[in-house]
């Protein structure tokens, strides 16, 4: 790639302006010698040739062959990416070039959503690297991606083949570039950097952050990366740091010739770098190559065209942008100005630190001879206000560099690993805007009106704020009560046949069963995704109060999805757990805990769970509970930063604390997806002082929090429901 270079620029003993001359030159004198050996293989494997099968003429033919290999010049490869398979089903990709700049067009592989209908897959660029071989490189990367992905690629232009009039392309344009698409492609976008861009990716990642742009990447994918090159340093990297930049200016940059559309551009030229990706490992082409002449007298055509396919691609290589290797070479692998914190976009400061809602994920390869180990893992140390759980660090055993991107464990273990990353910081990213989720989904919309109940005082603020903060179509009601009460209340207006024809109202949470249905979607998807993989039922553990979740998913389970225990985790509302154990159901006000959402005595779909699946002793058999207390919640929080670097929140540290205490048996026996039910940046004042340490907020709770809140307090009454209704409807 762009940093896998030798010294070779001194080989050709003339001045740079010549350089590129004397390449073209050579290739004009070689083509009379290409003809004549194009005509007399022709003529060796003419199929009436009475000596066409001989020994002879079968190696004449294949030595002419690699010789035309050997002397020609490769142009752009095709993608060949014309379908992919996604769930088992044929699907066509279109791909449209849908933004084009002078050195860069970007391109999306448009799965045809006739043939599976619309999906809702993580949107990713990928940004190819400026260095040396075209996008097509990265064929494999991009077949492994857009099965489960709605993938963009940056397919950087030739420089040859850009005219001067467009001016230049460095290090900053890239930069800039890459802000452009971000900003182009919208919200809820990723990005993975293979290579070479992990460091202008970064930067512009942390640009953005410092302009509090409204679209930062989700997820920054680094592969493979040099973002601190003094870690580990390799060959490439000790001539990087060895020879003065000006040493590369006057050996390896020279000026497109005639009659190329870039004439007089200054370039990195793709010849020097095709001899310094063959120098580095000439034996092994040389081998390779021979192996080629053997083949083809053996009359091998799969290993002939596996040969072909990979160096059609290889021997194909695009000229750089002088400005841009250079300033490349300088800040990345002399200055280190990245990781020492000195680098400047134009007149702007990169700071890494002002990253706070990018999810960081680093990708290395235990034999990388270009790119060390730790040179990519390096990001982490740069961007300290990333979260632990918005880290994710990935050495694949076995592979040097290209085998980062490409290949069989690309695509079975690398790639996975990515993918689950990418949809974790999807769900983390959205998981606070999601609170107040009616309130939220219907905000603003003509036509609709929204009630929101909540019992005062025994939530959070943060929870509060996002029940309160909507425009004024969205009531928010602060009930003097317990979520038992906001239940009642509920439960009383729906069957009040005066209050339910007066106001036309509906319910949105668990008490309609509209609410529960597609809930169990989740759960169907995630036992099928983990089931079709390790051909295992996953067992889940369900944190609850009004079981509406647990229900969803038991509903899952009897439809026969691959579902295998499922064990609900309460607080010390006992209410189900004491259910289980005496087999009396005795409901009961409710006690406030840590775990606030699930402080419910009376669980309302529990007449659905007895009328779906049977009474408590078949409940029993089908179901575990386990009731956890406040002071076992805080220590599953505690344990769960120590022990995974995240932190829980106390709903979800229930479902922790639950997991181990599951017999060693059971455990063994089944995969176990924990629900996480809720951000800790919600419950910043139970979570904070437990683990030591600040929980950065999330972007969709920081927008949600810099709204203004409004509610009224209302009795837990049913008058007191209806006058508040009154009032709001008739405004």
């Not at 088992?88 to 849908?98: A, E, F, H, L, M």
């Not at 040389?286 to 083949?295: I, Q, S, V």
Request: glycine residues 6%.
């Amino acid at each position: 790639m762009l940093h896998c270079k030798t010294n070779i620029g001194g080989i050709f003993g003339v001045s740079d302006t010549m350089k590129y001359h004397a390449y073209e030159l050579a290739h004009a004198m070689v083509s009379p010698w290409r003809i004549a050996s194009q005509g007399l293989r022709y003529h060796l494997d003419f199929p009436f040739n009475p000596f066409s099968a001989t020994p002879l003429a079968r190696s004449i033919s294949a030595a002419c062959t690699v010789f035309e290999r050997l002397t020609d010049r490769y142009g752009k490869p095709e993608w060949r990416i014309d379908e992919t398979r996604i769930d088992g089903q044929i699907v066509p990709v279109n791909i449209r070039s849908v933004r084009l700049k002078p050195f860069c067009n970007l391109i999306h592989f448009e799965r045809d959503t006739s043939a599976i209908g619309r999906r809702d897959d993580p949107k990713v660029l990928i940004v190819a690297p400026m260095s040396g071989h075209y996008a097509t490189l990265l064929r494999g990367t991009v077949e492994a991606m857009i099965r489960e992905h709605d993938v963009y690629v940056t397919d950087w232009i030739d420089a040859r083949e850009v005219p001067t009039f467009e001016g230049t392309f460095d290090l900053d344009d890239f930069m800039d570039y890459i802000i452009e698409f971000t900003e182009f492609l919208g919200p809820d976008l990723h990005i993975m950097a293979v290579c070479q861009p992990a460091v202008p990716c970064l930067a512009a990642t942390a640009i953005m952050a410092s302009r509090d742009a409204p679209y930062q990447p989700v997820s920054l994918t680094m592969m493979g990366g040099p973002i601190d090159t003094r870690r580990n340093p390799t060959v490439v990297n000790r001539l990087a740091e060895e020879k003065p930049l000006s040493w590369f200016e006057q050996n390896v940059i020279s000026h497109v010739p005639f009659p190329n559309p870039g004439f007089m551009r200054r370039v990195y030229p793709g010849f020097i770098q095709l001899t310094g990706f063959m120098t580095m490992n000439l034996e092994r082409h040389r081998e390779a190559h021979w192996k080629l002449f053997e083949h083809l007298v053996e009359g091998d055509d799969d290993s002939v065209a596996q040969h072909e396919r990979f160096y059609d691609e290889y021997l194909a290589v695009m000229d750089l942008p002088a400005e841009f290797y250079l300033q490349t070479v300088e800040t990345a692998f002399q200055t280190h100005a990245l990781p020492d914190g000195n680098m400047m976009h134009r007149d702007e400061l990169v700071d890494c630190s002002q990253i706070r809602n990018t999810s960081i994920i680093t990708i290395e390869g235990e034999n990388d001879d270009i790119c060390g180990i730790g040179q990519t893992e390096a990001a982490h140390v740069i961007c300290t206000n990333v979260a632990p759980e918005d880290r994710f660090h990935y050495v694949q055993p076995g592979v040097g560099h290209y085998g980062v991107f490409n290949g069989k464990r690309w695509r079975t273990e690398i790639q996975p690993r990515i993918r689950d990353q990418i949809r974790a910081a999807e769900k983390r990213r959205h998981a606070l805007k999601s609170g107040g989720a009616v309130a939220a989904a219907f905000d603003g919309r003509a036509g609709m009106r929204v009630v929101v109940l909540f019992p005062d005082g025994r939530v959070s603020d943060r929870q509060a704020h996002q029940l309160c903060c909507w425009s004024d179509n969205v009531l928010s009601l602060r009930v003097q009560g317990s979520f038992d009460d906001c239940q009642a209340l509920v439960k009383a207006a729906m069957a009040d046949d005066e209050l339910t024809a007066r106001h036309r109202f509906s319910s949105a949470n668990s008490i309609n069963i509209g609410r529960l249905l597609p809930q169990s979607t989740y759960y169907a998807y995630a036992s099928l995704v983990h089931f079709r993989r390790t051909g295992r039922r996953p067992g889940f553990i369900i944190p609850t109060g009004n079981l509406g979740n647990a229900f969803a998913c038991i509903m899952a389970r009897e439809m026969g999805l691959p579902i295998g225990p499922v064990i609900l985790a309460t607080n010390a509302n006992r209410t189900i757990a004491d259910y289980f154990e005496t087999l009396e159901w005795l409901p009961r006000a409710s006690l406030q805990t840590l775990a606030s959402a699930m402080d419910v005595g009376n669980p309302s779909n529990m007449e659905r769970l007895r009328s779906l699946v049977g009474d408590a002793e078949v409940l029993r058999e089908r179901l575990g509970v386990l009731a956890v207390s406040d002071d076992l919640i805080r220590a599953a929080i505690r344990r769960d930063f120590d022990e995974f670097g995240f932190a829980t929140c106390p709903h979800t540290a229930t479902a922790t604390h639950t997991w181990r205490q599951l017999d060693d048996d059971l455990r063994a026996e089944h995969d176990w997806i924990l629900v996480a039910t809720a951000h800790p940046a919600k419950f910043e004042t139970i979570v904070e002082p437990l683990i030591g340490t600040t929980v950065p907020l999330p972007q969709g709770l920081s927008d949600i929090l810099s709204r203004p809140s409004r509610s009224i307090a209302i009795d837990a009454t049913l008058s007191a429901l209806d006058t508040a209704l009154s009032d709001f409807f008739s405004a």
